[in-house]
């Protein structure tokens, strides 16, 4: 088993949404001895965003792009390769004003790539990044779970779908701004998520 961790918080240090992606790799590897683990930290090594300059390279034939769009589409083609070589995908994910961090969004928006990782065929799109697994470590300050309020896990739910990641399990911590009670509580609820996500 290849694990792939991705932390998506802007936090390098004491991210909440780490410390749950942790410990979701952590049960993986202790239930797959063996299994490898590549981490990649998106505060850390931030990934730019989608921009007039990016869109300019991707849309340029590889034999006519400069130097620096040859970089730019590498970056992204970098992280397709990535996902595409690992069966397993942990995302730790916080919620920033009621969505994902820019740090995740850009990473969708460098690995969904057309004629690579999804296509459109007579019968409609097909995701290409098929076979993975993924655990998506939610950590928010209110409770959101299965309400109308909750945008992330709809919208990861589509796109990963989208291209072809259609097996993908929710743990969450929520509450985490009720005070340490509720910070307790949100990890014993994501425990019990992650084992519901294993059984
Ligand atoms: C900029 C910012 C925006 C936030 N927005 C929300 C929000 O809309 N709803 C919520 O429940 N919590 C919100 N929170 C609380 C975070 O979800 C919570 O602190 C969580 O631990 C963040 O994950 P992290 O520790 O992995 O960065 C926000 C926190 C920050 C820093």
Redesign the pocket.
């Known amino acids: 088993m290849k694990i792939l961790q991705i932390n998506t918080?802007?936090?390098r240090e004491?991210?909440?949404?780490?410390?749950l992606a942790n410990t979701v790799t952590a049960r993986l590897q202790a239930d797959n001895p063996g299994a490898t683990v590549t981490l990649r930290d998106l505060a850390v090594t931030p990934h730019p965003v989608l921009d007039e300059a990016a869109l300019g390279a991707r849309f340029t034939p590889a034999g006519q792009r400069t130097p620096e769009q040859a970089a730019r589409v590498a970056l992204d083609d970098a992280l397709i390769a990535e996902v595409q070589a690992h069966d397993v995908i942990v995302l730790?994910v916080?919620?920033?004003?009621?969505?994902n961090?820019i740090q995740l969004k850009s990473w969708i928006d460098a690995i969904a790539q057309a004629g690579v990782t999804f296509r459109y065929t007579a019968n409609g799109p097909e995701g290409l990044i098929q076979g993975k697994k993924v655990y998506v470590a939610l950590?928010?300050?209110?409770?959101?779970r299965d309400t109308e309020r909750d945008a992330q896990v709809p919208h990861l739910k589509t796109v990963l779908g989208f291209l072809g990641m259609t097996d993908v399990r929710f743990i969450y911590?929520?509450g985490?701004?009720m005070g340490a009670e509720g910070v307790e509580k949100a990890f014993a609820q994501a425990h019990a998520d992650l084992e519901a996500a294993l059984a």
């Not at 916080?94 to 969505?99: D, E, K, R, S, T």
């Not at 950590?139 to 959101?144: S, T, V």
């Open positions: 918080s802007a936090r004491g991210a909440n949404s780490t410390r730790g916080p919620m920033y004003n009621f969505g961090p950590a928010r300050g209110g409770m959101y911590a929520e985490l701004a």
